[in-house]
């Protein structure tokens, strides 16, 4: 009976482990449309603040109604995979990272700050 529950708790925290954290996720699935999801509609330098698009395509190009056009590099490593925009603005060339989101069940998010919940998410 004690193997029983030790198995169960051990099963209940693997589940909640696979769950929680975030998928290796290839290029080719990053690719596509997102639409930006700001509930707290807060002004940030960098981040936008109202309805955006942002369209990631396979040649490693991007447009954004915000950041305009530019090119992302995608940094994959074993706990998570990171997204850098390259973009023109009025003083020149600047650059955003952003971490990248992919749990079991959910969609592909861009996760551009954790503590306001400021993310594109993927429409297809």
Do not use: C, W
């Amino acid at each position: 009976m004690r193997k029983e529950f030790y198995f169960l708790i051990l099963g209940i925290i693997i589940v909640f482990i696979i769950l929680k954290f975030n998928i290796p996720t290839s290029d080719s699935n990053i690719v596509g449309t997102y639409v930006l999801i700001n509930n707290e509609n807060k002004n940030f330098a960098e981040i936008p603040s109202n309805k955006d698009t942002l369209i990631l395509n396979p040649d490693k190009t991007f447009n954004s109604g915000y950041y305009g056009n530019g090119k992302y590099e995608i940094e994959n490593n074993f706990l998570n995979t990171k997204i850098l925009l390259h973009y023109n603005y009025e003083f020149g060339t600047a650059s955003y990272k952003a971490k990248i989101e992919n749990k079991l069940f959910e969609e592909i998010k861009i996760n551009l700050n954790d503590d306001l919940e400021i993310t594109y998410n993927k429409v297809y």
